[in-house]
C-alpha cells in the first residue's frame, strides 16, 4: 500500500503563483511514476504533469512553460515531490490530485497499482 497526501493548494490572484507538494509513503519501492491531475466539475480528471524514475517530465500543453514537476526526495520510505505553478490563469482553478504508479513483480507476472490522494483545491481569482 501507498498512502498519497497532497498539500498547497489555496487562493491566488491571476499572474500570481503556488507550490503542491506529493508526499507517498509506504511500499514506495516499485514507484515508476509521480503524476498531478486536475479537475473541475463536471469534466473528466486530465493529467497536468508526469514525474517518471527515469527522470523524464510531460506536461499538458496547457500548462508547458508554466508548471513544474521536480523530485524533492526520495529516501527512508518516502517520495515527495511538487508541482511549482506559475503565471496561473483562472482556468487553472481546479482539484489537483497526485497519483502514484507502482509496479511489481507478483509471481510469474507484473503487477500495476495505483494510488490517489485526497486532492488539494487550486482557486485562481481574475
Known amino acids: 500500500q501507498v498512502h498519497v497526501v497532497e498539500s498547497g493548494g489555496g487562493l491566488v490572484q491571476a499572474g500570481g503563483s503556488l507550490r503542491l507538494s506529493c508526499e507517498a509513503s509506504?511500499?514506495?519501492?516499485?514507484?515508476?511514476?509521480v503524476n498531478w491531475y486536475r479537475q473541475t466539475p463536471g469534466k473528466e480528471r486530465e493529467l497536468v504533469a508526469k514525474s517518471l524514475t527515469s527522470r523524464s517530465r510531460t506536461y499538458a500543453d496547457s500548462v508547458k512553460g508554466r508548471f513544474t514537476i521536480s523530485t524533492i526526495s526520495r529516501d527512508n520510505g518516502k517520495i515527495t515531490v511538487s508541482l511549482q505553478m506559475s503565471s496561473l490563469k483562472p482556468e487553472d482553478t481546479a482539484v489537483y490530485y497526485c497519483n502514484v504508479r507502482r509496479s511489481y513483480v507478483q509471481g510469474s507476472g507484473v503487477r500495476n497499482e495505483e494510488y490517489w490522494g485526497q486532492g488539494t483545491q487550486v482557486v485562481v481569482s481574475s
Open positions: 509506504g511500499m514506495i519501492s516499485g514507484v515508476g511514476s
